[in-house]
């Protein structure tokens, strides 16, 4: 038995809409996307150190305070999801971007130790984690049968314009400018950019508004072209799952530690490339320089990923990610010379593809829409504190052995171990009453 329909909405902006909105959806949502790109790894990265050198602390504790800020920022997440879920993508978008940039502004205060560590929280919990799932979520809210297609359109412009742009835009920024002003910039630009936009063009769920996901005319017209195949056409479903459901099967918790996986030792490598390079004797430059070949190597490969989504289990293609993260893993301990350094990048960013349009959109896929807020909260949660503990177990590692390598190898058994995992899952199913 369906619940009742909700009383429909209406909104001059997609009343004047001359495309189905849902495109329009993509555009701002993918915006939202790459303005999370400050609270990014990549973009701490060339701001390591500069914390080391102007605050006067060590590698290994501005590692452990970003693994600490990271895991305690992220046990926020759940709650937000179930915000976003209650309250919807437009409110809360326009509420995170505000306190995203004001962040970013408070990072240019830090002059101790616990100011960064407070930084750290708020700029992992607003910047990687809240503006991400808030603009992942819009646009999973109003793609179905396309989703994996349409949400790599997403990864191509925000891999291009967030990875592909922004260490290199804050490299440039800083001799210009100063490291505090630069975030300043950037906390201003999160509050111009993204407030508007979040406030006049993010809107829920299409149903809300008279309309089915994917631009299609009717239900009857969907369930024809799908046969509601692998996902929801209408806004309640027999396979719709709370996150409390959804966290009881075996199938969330595979998927979200192979995930998982990904944050955390490619978060590490990242957060350490300028010192995984300058071991191997290369410049801080092309540390740097590197995240744009990963990133358009990101951005090509998501379009194919996207299509293949659609036609066939997602789990193989997390499989294939986790594959090439421990490839990924071995070779961050062997980068000899400025071509070696692109071709690893390349691989990277294969990866990163992979990873991308998985998380995009899985959880929609497996789990259905109408609570994917408080889903993609706790998913995120899990991810974000694994992201967290990437750059200490990498910077601890390169402590005790005075080297990268050894860390390297060991890291490798945790990929290893969810490829054989993640092969014996199912897509889940509720019991019949």
Not at 206 to 223: I, R, V
Not at 312 to 321: P, R
Request: net charge positive.
């Amino acid at each position: 038995m369906r619940n009742p329909s909700p009383a429909l909405q209406s909104s001059r902006v997609i009343t004047r809409s001359p495309v189905y909105y849902g495109w329009v959806i993509l555009i701002v949502g993918t915006l939202g996307v790459i303005m999370s790109s400050p609270g990014q790894t990549y973009s701490f990265s060339i701001f390591i150190e500069e914390f080391i050198r102007d605050l006067g602390l060590t590698r290994t504790s501005v590692s452990g305070l970003y693994t600490v800020g990271t895991i305690t920022g992220s046990l926020m997440l759940p709650y937000i999801g179930r915000l976003i879920d209650k309250h919807g993508s437009r409110r809360m978008v326009v509420l995170i971007a505000l306190a995203f940039g004001l962040a970013c502004v408070y990072m240019s205060t830090v002059s101790t130790f616990l100011m960064l560590g407070i930084g750290f929280v708020f700029m992992r919990m607003l910047g990687q984690s809240s503006i991400t799932i808030v603009s992942r979520n819009v646009m999973n809210q109003w793609w179905v049968r396309r989703r994996g297609f349409v949400l790599s359109i997403s990864t191509l412009v925000a891999a291009t314009l967030g990875s592909g742009t922004f260490p290199g835009l804050i490299n440039w920024l800083i001799p210009q400018f100063g490291w505090r002003t630069t975030y300043v910039i950037l906390g201003v630009a999160v509050m111009v950019i993204m407030i508007p936009i979040g406030y006049f063009f993010f809107r829920d769920r299409p149903e809300l508004f008279g309309l089915f996901p994917d631009g299609l005319k009717s239900q009857e017209e969907a369930e024809a072209l799908d046969k509601v195949s692998k996902a929801e056409v209408v806004l309640v479903d027999a396979e719709n799952w709370t996150a409390q459901e959804a966290m009881k099967t075996r199938t969330f918790w595979i998927i979200a530690m192979s995930i998982a996986a990904s944050s955390m030792l490619g978060t590490g490598l990242t957060f350490h490339i300028v010192s995984i390079f300058q071991e191997s004797g290369l410049s801080d430059n092309l540390a740097a320089a590197i995240f744009f070949p990963m990133a358009l190597t990101t951005a090509i490969m998501s379009i194919p990923f996207g299509w293949l989504i659609d036609r066939i289990e997602a789990k193989y293609l997390v499989v294939a990610g986790l594959s090439i993260l421990t490839i990924v893993i071995i070779f961050s301990g062997y980068i000899s010379s400025p071509t070696v350094a692109i071709i690893y990048g390349v691989v990277f960013g294969l990866g990163n593809a992979f990873d991308r349009v998985v998380s995009n959109v899985i959880w929609a896929n497996y789990f259905g829409r109408p609570n994917l807020g408080a889903i993609s909260g706790a998913t995120m949660t899990i991810g974000a504190a694994a992201s967290g503990l990437g750059p200490l177990v990498y910077g601890v590692g390169f402590d005790l052995s005075g080297s990268y390598r050894p860390s390297l190898w060991l890291s490798t058994l945790y990929p290893l171990i969810m490829i054989v995992l993640v092969l014996s899952v199912r897509r889940p199913t509720k019991k019949k009453e």
